[in-house]
């Protein structure tokens, strides 16, 4: 059975920085589509990027140029480098695996507090 | 980007009631849908791919239907642990990966 198991959240002033890991068992991280959604305090879901079993990545418009996906083969985690932290971006943070017939596979979440 | 709509925002069914949920596409997504059941402090749950299979584990009441814009999850005979919030959402054109707002299903 595949479990992802999230780490690395915090609070964090805004302008700064984070990183956070999704350590990946029972599946090697680089097998499948990977992603990271988040979920603000009381709101919906929102997927935030996605690296490809082939290494692509995407990432939605509100984090373009500020959080960096990548997979570490070594340690079989996901990652997420997030940098210029806005208050907007606290959330939980959940990693997801699969895409087409849907995320299957989720974490428990990690929360993100970013404020002064 | 497709903006999926669901609706309502709020149901509030008793118990052994049929409950219909609707998610809207902005365009086509053929069958290129999923929904997901969340409760509260949890995780996700895959509940439906490609509209209407249920993912593993998933009890019969769980059914859903539609091609292209117009989408239904249906929970017959609604139980107490189906109280949760339901998201659709598409992957037919991406990026980005698009949810739905939501639908919160309150027991009676």
């Known amino acids: 059975e595949v479990q992802l198991v999230e780490s690395g959240g915090g609070l964090v002033q805004p302008g700064g920085s984070l990183r956070l890991s999704c350590a990946v068992s029972?599946?090697?991280?680089?097998?499948?589509?990977m992603s990271w959604v988040r979920q603000a305090p009381g709101k919906g879901l929102e997927w935030v990027s996605i690296?490809?079993?082939?290494?692509?990545?995407y990432y939605a418009e509100s984090v373009k140029d500020r959080f960096s996906i990548f997979r570490d083969p070594s340690n079989n985690t996901l990652n997420l480098q997030m940098k210029s932290l806005r208050v907007e971006d606290t959330a939980i943070y959940y990693c997801?695996?699969?895409?087409?017939?849907?995320?299957?596979?989720w974490g428990q979440g990690v929360p993100v507090t970013v404020s002064s | 980007e497709v903006v999926m709509t669901q609706s309502p925002a709020t149901l509030s069914v008793s118990p052994g009631e049929r409950v219909t949920l609707s998610c809207r596409a902005s365009?086509?997504?053929?069958?290129?849908l999923v929904w997901y059941q969340q409760k509260p402090g949890q995780a996700p749950r895959l509940l439906i791919y490609a509209v209407s299979t249920r993912a593993t584990g998933i009890p019969a009441r769980f059914s859903g239907s539609g091609f292209g814009t117009d989408f239904t999850l249906t929970i017959t005979s609604l139980q107490s642990e189906d109280s949760a919030v339901y998201y659709c959402q598409q992957y037919d054109d991406w990026p980005p990966i698009t949810f739905g707002g939501g639908t919160k299903v309150e027991i009676k």
């Open positions: 690296v490809y079993s082939s290494g692509g990545t």
């Open positions: 029972g599946a090697t991280v680089n097998s499948d589509y």
């Open positions: 997801a695996r699969g895409l087409v017939w849907g995320f299957k596979y």
């Open positions: 365009q086509s997504v053929r069958n290129n």
